[in-house]
């Protein structure tokens, strides 16, 4: 059975910091592309950073230079450093596990959520 379980979420002040983990369980961690999603009340879930099984890193415009994404294989965690948070960085933050090769086809899991909330 495959776990995703995210922590770290609250409530902070602006220009604060969080950390959020997600640890996985059921999965091949390593091979798995890692993602950071989050959602807006009224907004489409939109990619934050995500990190492929080779440590290449994509991240959101809205959020470089604030959000670090890193990834420890020995522990199947990934995590997400948030600095200078915004007050419109407030959402639900999902962690996502994918992988996909033309042999075995696609898997994609995601986390319950955990919610970060900016105050100004």
């Known amino acids: 059975q495959v776990q995703l379980v995210e922590s770290g979420g609250g409530l902070v002040q602006a220009g604060g910091s969080l950390r959020l983990s997600c640890a996985a369980s059921?999965?091949?961690?390593?091979?798995?592309?890692m993602g950071w999603y989050r959602q807006a009340p009224g907004k489409q879930r939109e990619l934050v950073a995500e990190i492929g099984s080779g440590g290449s890193i994509n991240y959101a415009d809205s959020v470089k230079g604030r959000f670090t994404i890193s990834r420890d294989n020995a522990k199947s965690t990934v995590y997400l450093q948030m600095n200078s948070l915004k007050p419109e960085d407030t959402a639900v933050y999902y962690c996502?596990?994918?992988?996909?090769?033309?042999?075995?086809?696609?898997?994609?899991?995601w986390g319950q959520g955990t919610q970060v909330t900016v105050s100004s």
């Open positions: 059921g999965i091949i961690f390593s091979i798995n592309t």
């Open positions: 996502n596990a994918f992988y996909g090769d033309i042999v075995t086809g696609e898997s994609d899991y």
